[in-house]
């Protein structure tokens, strides 16, 4: 972002293996205040000639910006913030942008035929049968909200479960808190019915996984790259690791030494160009 004219810069610099160099897109001044920061943005094509970018950059508003026909950005006001806790995902089987509310109660989306947001309510036709320990262990989590599309055209609703950690120091009787940081619990993972949009509580995904971060959600075939593990979902962030769906099983990939918190915790998806 380039903070005298609040104008955007989007580049593929850290995917090396897209172009022998790298293309910059550039869009128009946002129009308001340049000390904002991105956070979350999506694109319905990687072409800068016909492409729609999505971003995120208050908690309640979505800005949308169409290269082949806009000079400046549409600002959309959202009833409900969106916060950190939703990633804004854009499904080529739809031609559309999916996002949920803060609480994961409603699911907001534009269509790229459509200057309208319009909002359904989440409808879960079951739900994860699990010990009532364990749910009230899931309450004291934060719980970020991922849509994400197979490359078949599948749509799922991933949960995403953390729970806040600290180390206490003895500091002459005193007890303060030395350390905070996160740890991943679980995921609940929701296949959503192409009929009735229902979402249903699923720990098989097939040959598929799934990968979380700051970055826009995506899945990938296991079996068309050596060494994944399917029916799992491959995460980063609140550390670095994987989530074996049938047996609920974390994988941290954390060596000795390494940060709790990953300051660039982004997945780069190989297939997206």
């Known amino acids: ?3 005298k004219d609040s104008s955007l810069h989007l580049t593929d610099l850290c995917k090396p293996w897209v172009s022998s160099s790298p293309r910059v897109m550039s869009l128009p001044s946002l129009g308001f205040d340049p000390c904002v920061t991105v956070k979350q943005v999506s694109l319905s094509s990687s ?5 729609t970018v999505a971003a995120n950059f208050s908690e309640s508003q979505l800005s949308v910006c169409r290269t082949n026909c ?5 600002h959309f006001k959202t009833p409900f913030p969106l916060l950190q806790a939703s990633d804004l995902m854009y499904s080529k089987r739809d031609n559309a942008f999916y996002f949920a509310s803060n609480k994961g ?5 534009l269509h790229l035929s459509s200057n309208k947001l319009k909002y359904q309510e989440l409808r879960f036709s079951s739900l994860p049968k699990f010990p009532e320990a364990e749910w009230e262990m899931l309450d004291t989590c934060f719980m970020s909200k991922h849509f994400v599309e197979s490359p078949s055209g599948e749509l799922f609703f991933v949960k995403w479960y ?3 950690l600290h180390k206490e120091n003895n500091n002459n009787g005193r007890r303060e808190v030395e350390d905070i940081h996160s740890k991943t619990r679980r995921f609940m993972v929701f296949r959503q019915d192409d009929n009735t949009k229902a979402l249903s509580y ?3 995904i097939g040959d598929l996984c799934i990968f979380l971060g700051k970055s826009e959600a995506f899945c990938l075939s296991a079996s068309l790259y050596p060494g994944l593990k399917p029916n799992s979902i491959y995460y980063i962030g609140s550390g670095l690791g994987s989530y074996h769906l049938p047996s609920g099983t974390v994988r941290p990939y954390n060596p000795l030494g390494s940060p709790k918190t990953l300051h660039a915790p982004f997945w780069l998806d190989p297939i997206s160009s």
């Open 70 to 74: 806009d000079s400046s950005w549409t």
């Open 47 to 51: 072409s800068p000639d016909e492409c």
């Open 202 to 204: 699923t720990q098989d």
């Open 105 to 109: 109660l409603y699911m907001g989306s």
């Open 162 to 164: 953390r729970q806040f």
């Open 1 to 3: 972002m380039d903070k």
